[in-house]
């Protein structure tokens, strides 16, 4: 039996919804629709004819309080009263979580006062009634606009036709046959077999990684402690994907732990063993070492080995801080892929030491121009719904899980159109002891029970690590997308905070990528060994194959550690918070990760083989410097540049979008991510309490500058290590306790037929990590997580669309006392303006010279560069700009500052206009000291990217004692700020600029405000 | 941070949690410092009645903010419905014993849905208002104005004449069910905030008017004034550094006089105390008729 039930707005209610669709179909499509309204359709489906029958009267009451009395009107199959020409319905696939239906349960059951269990299942659906256009015309809404067909279905029919039939009752149940416990996979065939099953069953493995699992079981298969299994010397299918998953790119990191043989500009070939241990591990031991040999000693608590990296903060928490990508899931349903993102990376810091309390959370995407007009890769979405999608994903899935966001950023250039780059992250406090233990230490033992707790396992999400690791194309798996759910992750993590703090758990690890295979896999090497029964694991629906359970990455789940004397008491505190908990067997040390399904035995991996026996990667790589030609000629007027520059996507505010993203619950936020008179400027960086009571806060900021990359992928590391660096100064952090987290996103880098300059692509990547190493260990900023990801490109017309090597630096910083906190808004008419730093011709890759490029009409064609990238990339002399910091750090301390900025994309002419904007506040500015000094031209002064750099004001009286605390840093006082609203700058008595802020800020609000 | 705190050590304010609430960390806070002490349970515990103490062992209830259920099906409507159907006789109990209530957004939304607001005539049972989606469809974090109404009943906005603070929702927009009841509201000036322009006057005019509220309705109470729901976050500014402009303030000079959203719960918390440290015992409800 299935009940239909339909909600609509009461007529004469203004329906927002409808119009807000309206107001797209019109804007994105162009279409003349009239109206649109929406219809919520449940669908009650009684799936056990034994189970008490939900009653006429039952439902009638469930119609009655489904409807609110002021807002809606509801009627059981269907709502007959309103016309109009178009029905679009859209539903869910099967297997697509379907939340708000989850929620219609828990109504129906309080209201009916019973359980309903599993013998009512609920779906839920929405109609969009549409004037103003033809079916043809709603179909492409419908595809366009309104449904997503990777997760949705579509129903388009005239009103008639559609009043005519039936009210619709198919429910998108999942309908799985019964499938083979143990299927043992015969790896004795040829090479292409072996390829070809690496193919058919989506492994991403290589031919020598296949090679290898068919050696080790044609050897181990024949141990008695296999054999009395009844396994062979076949793996099963369990086994294999367990270990595709296990070796997959996303999870071992082959290309960042691969023996690297790097060339560059000719040189004589270098061995590079590891860039990971090299670059990254190195660098932070390094520091390490230094800062445990100082005064004060090390503050680094638990880098690398743990789920997010962990630094001291004060004497009760620890700061525990990650960011993940989620890139290939966000370009096949952006909505839910990005909303995974952000409730993914949320696990990580609760993944972390024995759990922290989730804080922050900070995003970043980059992404081709909303405005796109040209030719799309097949299967992948535009640019602008991807945006909207993510950002909506990201709003929804962070306001849910009531963690506001301290950083977010965009950067755009089309190349991303190959994939969009999505990247969550998220701030937790790890209290520094829980229970006589401290808080970063997690110990599972033998015979502790492995217990899995959160939601359920379906088959969503099936090899998203073995998906990640390859390139998007036409046939990419649809189930490898998940969307997550944040209300039942909160309810989780509400419950294992009060499990946490009664000491339940010795042990906790997230379920992601890999989902159990990974979770159980990971934390069974601290005891050598778990066993497990994968028959007592809660399923949404019956059907899944015991592999299909084991690597489904079904979302809000993690795994935990649990003393056999706690579980009774962990079970009962998961009852009473109504979150599953479920025993599904215990850690060993016995060296093997032992599956079951009941009693009958499904694998049995030899512990070290499936963490260590993986081939080591052996690649190449060369790198040499390319130039690129300059713009033939550049514009006289300074002003017309700037004011075009502001309105560029890459620049201009991007506030409409951020604000719909909560940046205050908690209480805790002293600096907002947009700041100002108006509120509107993006502030360098932001500042948070750690918790209420204390006034010690945390600084965050990032570096990121992709545009870089294709110059000198050493420059853009260098320059996002510096750019986050300068941001932490601005807003007040002390240099000393600044940590920093890499994330690289690459075109695949792996030399093939398929890419054929992997070499290239590798070898940009070693120079990224070159000079990620340089700045980092000059500035003692410690790299503490991290993450690559590494295949991000598609396929367009046989063509790849690689997206640009991109690394982004996020940096957390510290400050004693958030009321010393500092923004960049100009705070009082008279105060003096100085530029701190020197300025350098740097237009390579700038945002001028990108301009220029695309307003002479030389656009690059797609995938390739734009054509006025030029020579000059920003460098970092740290012998130079260390002192500087230092200096300037002390001055702030001393409280001379009043407002600081950091010129980076558009240089020093936007950092001016940001803080003037900030301030509301106008400016008199004189650049002749600066492009004398450097002898620069105006244009070039005004816009060039160099790194290094402030814009400080100062008040009149502490002028002097400002000056004297800086020496012999350069300095150049170079104005005042003034109690009008014009901006202006002079070179010489020439005047180059003289805006009024109001102008200045249409311009910046305007590049994104139609997006 | 303000120093100024007055000891209410027998003023209890029970804060349920969990559900996808999620602002009760500084509302909590909030009492605390104006001397009140909070306890924060879990809603389940509440409905369960796996609690130690009983509903009427408080004096406060307070409904916080966050997502209770997602939304799901409209914001406030699954957590109204397990009230309704689990507990709500003993809130009723507690509004009638003189308890005070406070719903912020979320709570005000599932408060709403309830009936519990706006409680004319001692009916707490019928809906009769209700908050919608905003005219401009999304959630929205931006600081707002708001002006009071000198003459309302609401205790929890006594002394106050403006007040800044954030909005952060999507669904605030205040319907009235007929334009009687929002005359009825408005006569028993039972319209405590308002959003204002930048002169202090209400407004329609977006962003000043974040949601489309019709007459800029920003919270109202109940004709006691001690039943009391509104949209804006007076959990959100606790310190003087949480207000936007903070950092400017330093150096112009005009300071944070007001202490901003913790005179709402000094209010709520002085209205209890003044009654405890009176011998009279608590003013009865004016009418409990309507209540079944």
């Known amino acids: 039996m299935i009940h239909r039930i339909e909600i609509a707005t009461k007529p004469g209610i203004r329906e927002a919804r409808g119009e807000h669709v309206a107001a797209q179909i019109r804007r994105y499509l162009e279409l003349p629709v009239k109206r649109v309204r929406t219809r919520d359709v449940y669908l009650i489906e009684e799936v056990d004819p034994l189970a008490q029958a939900i009653s006429s009267s039952e439902l009638q009451r469930i119609v009655q309080h489904f409807s609110d009395p002021v807002l809606q009107i509801g009627a059981i199959d269907r709502i007959v009263d309103a016309v109009s020409e178009v029905v679009v319905a859209v539903g869910y696939r099967p297997g697509v979580a379907d939340t708000v239906g989850k929620s219609a349960k828990v109504a129906i059951e309080d209201l009916l006062d019973r359980p309903l269990t599993n013998a009512v299942q609920i779906y839920t659906s929405r109609l969009y009634l549409i004037d103003g256009l033809s079916t043809e015309q709603a179909q492409r809404a419908a595809r366009d606009l309104l449904a997503n067909p990777v997760i949705q279905t579509i129903q388009v029919s005239s009103y008639p036709d559609w009043l005519e039939r039936e009210p619709e009752r198919a429910v998108p149940r999942v309908l799985l046959g019964d499938t083979p416990l143990t299927v043992q996979i015969d790896l004795s065939g040829s090479t292409e077999d072996l390829l070809e099953i690496s193919r058919q069953s989506l492994l991403a493995l290589s031919l020598v990684e296949m090679e290898t699992i068919r050696d080790h079981f044609s050897g181990s298969g024949r141990d008695p402690r296999r054999t009395a299994l009844g396994l062979s010397t076949l793996p099963t299918e369990v086994e294999l994907q367990c270990l595709a998953q296990t070796w997959s790119e996303h999870c071992k990191h082959k290309i960042f732990n691969a023996e690297i043989t790097y060339r560059e500009e000719g040189g004589a070939p270098e061995v590079i063993d590891s860039l990971f241990d090299t670059y990254i591990r190195g660098t932070t031991e390094d520091i390490d070492r230094n800062l445990a040999a100082n005064e004060g000693g090390s503050w680094l608590v638990s880098v690398f080995h743990d789920n997010a990296g962990v630094v001291e903060f004060d004497d009760q928490v620890h700061l525990v801080y990650k960011v993940e990508t989620h890139n290939s899931p966000s370009a096949l349903d952006p909505y839910g892929g990005a909303m995974t993102g952000i409730v993914g990376v949320n696990r990580d810091p609760f993944g972390t030491g024995r759990g922290a309390d989730l804080l922050i959370n900070v995003w970043g995407y980059c992404l081709a121009s909303p405005f796109y007009k040209g030719i799309l890769p097949r299967g992948l979405l535009h640019p602008r719904r991807i945006r909207d999608g993510v950002h909506q994903g990201v709003i929804d899935g962070g306001n849910q899980s009531g963690i506001p966001y301290g950083r977010g950023w965009e950067i755009f250039d089309d190349r991303y159109l190959g994939k969009p780059l999505v990247f969550c992250g998220?701030?937790?406090?790890?209290?520094?002891?829980?229970?006589?233990?401290?808080?970063?230490?997690?110990?599972?033992?033998?015979?502790?029970?492995?217990?899995?707790?959160?939601?359920?396992?379906?088959?969503?999400?099936?090899?998203?690590?073995?998906?990640?690791?390859?390139?998007?194309?036409?046939?990419?798996?649809?189930?490898?997308?998940?969307?997550?759910?944040?209300?039942?992750?909160?309810?989780?993590?509400?419950?294992?905070?009060?499990?946490?703090?009664?000491?339940?758990?010795?042990?906790?690890?997230?379920?992601?990528?890999?989902?159990?295979?990974?979770?159980?896999?990971?934390?069974?090497?601290?005891?050598?060994?778990?066993?497990?029964?994968?028959?007592?694991?809660?399923?949404?629906?019956?059907?899944?194959?015991?592999?299909?359970?084991?690597?489904?990455?079904?979302?809000?789940?993690?795994?935990?550690?649990?003393?056999?004397?706690q579980a009774d008491e962990l079970l009962a505190l998961a009852a009473r918070y109504d979150v599953e908990a479920t025993v599904l067997g215990r850690f060993t040390d016995d060296g093997f990760l032992h599956v079951t399904w009941a009693d009958e035995n499904i694998a049995h991996l030899d512990m070290e083989f499936l963490h260590s026996g993986n081939p080591k990667l052996c690649l190449e790589a060369r790198w040499r410097r390319q130039c690129f030609s300059e713009p033939a000629a550049r514009p006289e007027d300074c002003q017309e540049t700037l004011l075009a520059l502001l309105s560029r996507?890459?620049?201009?505010?991007?506030?409409?979008?951020?604000?719909?993203?909560?940046?205050?619950?908690?209480?805790?936020?002293?600096?907002?991510?947009?700041?100002?008179?108006?509120?509107?400027?993006?502030?360098?960086?932001?500042?948070?309490?750690?918790?209420?009571?204390?006034?010690?806060?945390?600084?965050?900021?990032?570096?990121?500058?992709?545009?870089?990359?294709?110059?000198?992928?050493?420059?853009?590391?260098?320059?996002?290590?510096?750019?986050?660096?300068?941001?932490?100064?601005?807003?007040?952090?002390?240099?000393?306790?600044?940590?920093?987290?890499?994330?690289?996103?690459?075109?695949?880098?792996?030399?093939?037929?398929?890419?054929?300059?992997?070499?290239?692509?590798?070898?940009?990547?070693?120079?990224?990590?070159?000079?990620?190493?340089?700045?980092?260990?000059?500035?003692?900023?410690?790299?503490?997580?991290?993450?690559?990801?590494?295949?991000?490109?598609?396929?367009?017309?046989?063509?790849?669309?690689?997206?640009?090597?991109?690394?982004?630096?996020?940096?957390?910083?510290?400050?004693?006392?958030?009321?010393?906190?500092?923004?960049?808004?100009?705070?009082?008419?008279?105060?003096?303006?100085?530029?701190?730093?020197e300025t350098g011709d740097h237009t390579g890759g700038s945002e001028f010279f990108r301009y220029l490029g695309e307003r002479d009409g030389r656009h690059g064609e797609l995938g390739k560069s734009s054509p006025y990238l030029g020579s000059k990339p920003p460098t970092v002399d740290c012998d130079r700009t260390l002192p500087l910091y230092r200096a300037l750090r002390g001055a702030i301390r001393a409280g001379y500052v009043r407002s600081a900025s950091t010129p980076t994309k558009g240089g020093l002419a936007l950092a001016l206009v940001r803080s003037a904007l900030a301030g509301g506040l106008g400016a008199s500015v004189d650049l002749a000291a600066i492009a004398a000094a450097n002898d620069l031209d105006s244009d070039v002064t005004l816009f060039s990217e160099s790194n290094g750099r402030f814009v400080v004001s100062v008040s009149a009286q502490e002028s002097r004692l400002f000056e004297d605390c800086m020496q012999p840093a350069p300095m150049y006082p170079v104005g005042q700020v003034d109690p009008g609203t014009k901006l202006t700058i002079h070179r010489d008595g020439r005047q180059l600029v003289s805006l009024e802020l109001e102008l200045l800020r249409t311009q910046f609000k305007r590049g994104l405000a139609d997006a | 941070m303000p120093e100024r705190t007055v000891r209410h050590p027998k003023v209890r304010v029970l804060i349920p949690t969990g559900l996808g609430l999620n602002c009760e960390i500084e509302t909590a806070e909030g009492f605390r410092l104006v001397g009140a002490k909070p306890d924060c349970v879990p809603l389940l515990d509440i409905l369960n009645r796996r609690i130690e103490r009983r509903l009427l062992d408080y004096h406060i209830l307070a409904f916080v903010g966050g997502f209770a259920f997602g939304d799901h099906l409209g914001a406030g409507f699954v957590y109204a419905n397990k009230i309704r159907w689990k507990i709500y006789d003993r809130i009723l109990e507690f509004i009638e014993a003189g308890g005070l209530i406070i719903g912020i957004c979320n709570g005000f939304q599932m408060m709403v849905r309830l009936g519990m607001l706006p409680g004319f005539d001692g009916d707490y049972r019928t809906p009769s208002v209700a908050l919608a989606p905003n005219d401009r469809l999304g959630y929205r974090d931006a600081w707002i104005q708001l002006v009071a109404d000198d003459k309302s009943p609401c205790l929890w906005t006594r002394g106050l004449h403006k007040i800044e603070l954030p909005a952060r929702h999507g669904e605030g927009k205040f319907v009235a069910g007929s334009q009687d009841i929002l005359q009825k509201l408005e006569e028993n000036h039972q319209i405590p905030l308002r959003y204002a322009d930048d002169l202090g006057q209400p407004t329609q005019v977006w962003p000043n008017n974040p949601n489309g509220s019709a007459a800029a309705v920003a919270g109202i109470c109940d004709p006691t004034g001690r039943v009391f729901g509104l949209m804006p976050h007076p959990d959100a500014y606790l310190y003087p550094f949480q207000h936007p402009q903070w950092s400017r303030r330093r150096y112009s000079g005009e300071s944070a006089v007001e202490e901003g959203g913790l005179s709402i719960f000094r209010n709520g918390v002085a209205a209890v105390s003044d009654r405890l440290t009176s011998a009279t015992p608590a003013t009865p409800v004016s009418s409990s008729h309507g209540v079944d």
């Open chain 1, 649 to 837: 996507p890459n620049i201009s505010s991007g506030e409409a979008k951020a604000r719909h993203y909560d940046h205050e619950v908690k209480g805790l936020t002293v600096i907002k991510p947009y700041s100002g008179v108006h509120n509107d400027v993006p502030a360098e960086a932001t500042v948070f309490l750690a918790r209420h009571g204390s006034k010690r806060g945390i600084v965050l900021s990032e570096g990121v500058n992709p545009f870089l990359s294709e110059l000198d992928p050493f420059a853009m590391a260098a320059t996002a290590v510096d750019e986050a660096v300068r941001r932490q100064l601005c807003a007040g952090a002390g240099l000393d306790r600044i940590a920093a987290l890499d994330n690289f996103c690459w075109p695949d880098p792996v030399l093939s037929h398929d890419t054929p300059d992997g070499d290239f692509k590798l070898g940009q990547l070693v120079r990224a990590c070159r000079g990620l190493q340089e700045v980092c260990r000059s500035y003692s900023v410690p790299l503490i997580s991290g993450k690559d990801s590494m295949k991000n490109e598609s396929i367009l017309e046989g063509r790849k669309i690689a997206v640009l090597p991109t690394l982004l630096v996020s940096a957390i910083g510290q400050i004693d006392d958030v009321r010393t906190a500092l923004t960049l808004d100009f705070k009082m008419p008279g105060d003096m303006i100085y530029i701190l730093g």
């Open chain 1, 426 to 565: 998220t701030v937790g406090v790890l209290p520094t002891m829980i229970g006589d233990s401290p808080g970063e230490v997690k110990q599972s033992n033998p015979g502790d029970l492995v217990v899995m707790v959160g939601g359920r396992i379906g088959a969503d999400g099936i090899h998203g690590a073995t998906f990640s690791s390859a390139a998007l194309d036409e046939s990419s798996p649809t189930q490898a997308v998940q969307i997550g759910d944040p209300i039942t992750q909160k309810m989780m993590f509400d419950f294992l905070i009060a499990a946490r703090d009664r000491n339940l758990y010795s042990s906790i690890t997230d379920n992601g990528a890999g989902g159990l295979s990974s979770s159980v896999g990971e934390m069974a090497t601290q005891t050598g060994g778990a066993r497990i029964d994968l028959s007592k694991a809660p399923l949404k629906y019956s059907g899944l194959a015991p592999w299909e359970i084991f690597l489904s990455e079904a979302q809000e789940r993690m795994t935990l550690a649990v003393p056999p004397d």
